[in-house]
């Protein structure tokens, strides 16, 4: 059973930073991609961030230049460094590990979420 278990949320002024950390339970090279997602009221769940197992990273157009993923393989947990927050990024921030079987079938494992709150 995979775990995922985020940290790091609050509250924080616009133009503040704050940095979420996922650990995840199992070796995090195991999946093929991870990604940090949010959800902010009354919205539809969406990427924020991404890193495949090679290393290779996306971002939505949002948080370009303000938002930054990594890994450490060797604590298997993932981060997404947050700078420069403004009051639309407020929602709850959700860790995702996704795996593909060989048949191709997409498994997606979730964190529990942490609420990032920014204020104006």
């Known amino acids: 059973q995979v775990q995922l278990v985020e940290s790091g949320g609050g509250l924080v002024q616009a133009g503040g930073s704050l940095r979420l950390s996922c650990a995840a339970s199992g070796n995090i090279n195991s999946f093929n991609a991870m990604g940090w997602y949010r959800q902010a009221p009354g919205k539809q769940r969406e990427l924020v961030a991404g890193i495949s197992s090679g290393g290779g990273r996306n971002y939505a157009d949002p948080v370009k230049g303000r938002f930054t993923i990594s890994r450490d393989n060797a604590k298997n947990t993932v981060y997404l460094q947050m700078n420069s927050l403004k009051p639309e990024d407020t929602g709850v921030y959700y860790c995702?590990?996704?795996?593909?079987?060989?048949?191709?079938?997409?498994?997606?494992?979730w964190g529990q979420g942490t609420q990032v709150t920014v204020s104006s």
């Open positions: 995702n590990a996704l795996r593909y079987s060989s048949g191709g079938t997409r498994y997606d494992y």
